[in-house]
């Protein structure tokens, strides 16, 4: 029973000094420092840079081109205010691909092509995954799969 006890023991201290060690290890909770990536504007042939965006709460979206629920997502974003700026920001796919996927949307707001730094950055495969960013260009909030327009609002409320 004692050694037993005496195991316990140690492996709570471990796991103690595990935990403690995670705010040194280099994790955030939300990817920051997101206005300031040259990325390729779909609706053009140009770049876009997200420092434009400095000052204004955003919506970003990421999809890729064969992705049944991120299309939905993105059609769904209509019901937000003016005020958020959209953004749909694509993944494993072609300029040619992703317009494609993008075009019988009827997505009215800003169409980029992620960039490897940016991709680096977010550090996911899963789509659709939604960013709230503040108006400094930090995530506030990230959400993975199909969220509702109520969702969406209250979430983005509570950053404006």
Not at 105 to 128: Q, V
Request: aromatic share 6%; proline share 4%.
């Amino acid at each position: 029973m004692a050694l037993k006890t005496k195991i316990l023991s140690t492996a709570r201290t471990l796991v103690l000094i595990a935990l403690a060690a995670v705010p040194f290890m280099g994790f955030t909770a939300e990817p920051s420092g997101l206005y300031r990536f040259e990325l390729e504007d779909l609706s053009s042939f140009s770049t876009y840079n997200t420092g434009a965006l400095d000052g204004r709460t955003s919506l970003w979206v990421l999809f890729q081109p064969n992705c049944a629920s991120c299309k939905t997502q993105l059609k769904n974003l209509s019901c937000l205010s003016k005020d958020i700026e959209k953004i749909a920001v694509g993944i494993h796919g072609g300029r040619d691909q992703l317009n494609a996927a993008l075009r019988p949307l009827g997505f009215t707001g800003r169409k980029l092509m992620a960039s490897r730094p940016l991709e680096k950055l977010l550090d996911t495969e899963l789509t659709p995954t939604l960013y709230l960013v503040d108006r400094s260009g930090n995530a506030r909030r990230t959400i993975q799969g199909l969220v509702s327009c109520e969702t969406l609002r209250t979430a983005l409320s509570k950053i404006l």
